[in-house]
């Protein structure tokens, strides 16, 4: 089936610095990509929905301003946690589909453990 | 708004055992149902789906039934066996312009040997 990466899949950093996280299709040309959050036992929490070349499109209470999202390739988008602090340490997926009706594909993961 | 409840974990069972995960959804209109699992280190994969009313998605081994009338959509395996352990999310998706899923809770599911 289809891959998707995620690079780090681990990442700890201080209060205050930004981080950016990459999600890649590998096999595929993926039009919209999908970021997640998901807290110790709670259930993934869609953040906000990409296509290719446009703006994202935020959830309700998601700050678009802290969690910016670049989707500039069918293959690339990335999340980045700016300015980041202790709250926003979690898990954050990524998926991506070839089209808005088509399956969506999981990438590992990504840990972010902000000091 | 629309939500999915799963049974909590974990789940252990022994090689061989019955397996139920139960799973309840709420939801307007016909959503379609999912069970995605993610094995560790992984990602989540897609592991059956039912889009309609009375549908069985099947995969692997592991059934789950479209019941409307109980907004159910429970996951079972006849005998399960050690690499089944995992984390498995029963979710919803609407089918609308934005193809949002939401998820359950997932549940962990550990097989003994």
């Known amino acids: 089936g289809a891959v998707v990466s995620q690079h780090p899949s681990r990442v700890i950093c201080k209060s205050g610095t930004s981080v950016k996280i990459e999600c890649r299709s590998l096999d595929f040309q993926a039009t919209t990509m999908f970021w997640y959050r998901q807290f110790p036992k709670q259930s993934l929490m869609l953040m906000a929905t990409?296509?290719?070349?446009?703006?994202?499109?935020?959830e309700q209470g998601v700050e678009k301003d802290k969690f910016l999202i670049n989707h500039a390739s069918l293959t690339l988008s990335t999340l980045t946690v700016t300015s980041a602090h202790p709250e926003d340490s979690s898990f954050y997926i990524c998926?991506?589909?070839?089209?808005?009706?088509?399956?969506?594909?999981f990438g590992p993961g990504t840990r972010l453990t902000v000091l | 708004g629309d939500s999915v409840t799963q049974m909590e974990g974990p789940v252990t069972l022994s090689e061989e055992a019955f397996l139920t995960i139960n799973c309840t959804y709420t939801?307007?209109?016909?959503?379609?149902l999912f069970w995605y699992v993610q094995y560790p280190g992984e990602g989540l994969q897609l592991l059956l789906k039912?889009?309609?009313?009375?549908d069985k998605g099947s995969n692997k081994g592991f059934e789950a039934t479209y019941r409307k009338e109980t907004t159910s959509f429970h996951l079972e395996k006849g005998s399960v066996q050690v690499s089944d352990s995992a984390v498995y999310f029963c979710?919803?998706?609407?089918?609308?312009?934005?193809?949002?899923?939401?998820f359950g809770k997932g549940t962990r599911l550990h097989i003994l040997p």
């Open positions: 939801a307007t209109g016909y959503p379609s």
């Open positions: 990409s296509n290719e070349g446009s703006k994202a499109t935020y």
């Open positions: 979710a919803l998706s609407k089918g609308n312009r934005d193809d949002k899923i939401i």
């Open positions: 039912a889009t309609k009313a009375d």
């Open positions: 998926s991506a589909s070839a089209g808005r009706t088509d399956t969506q594909y």
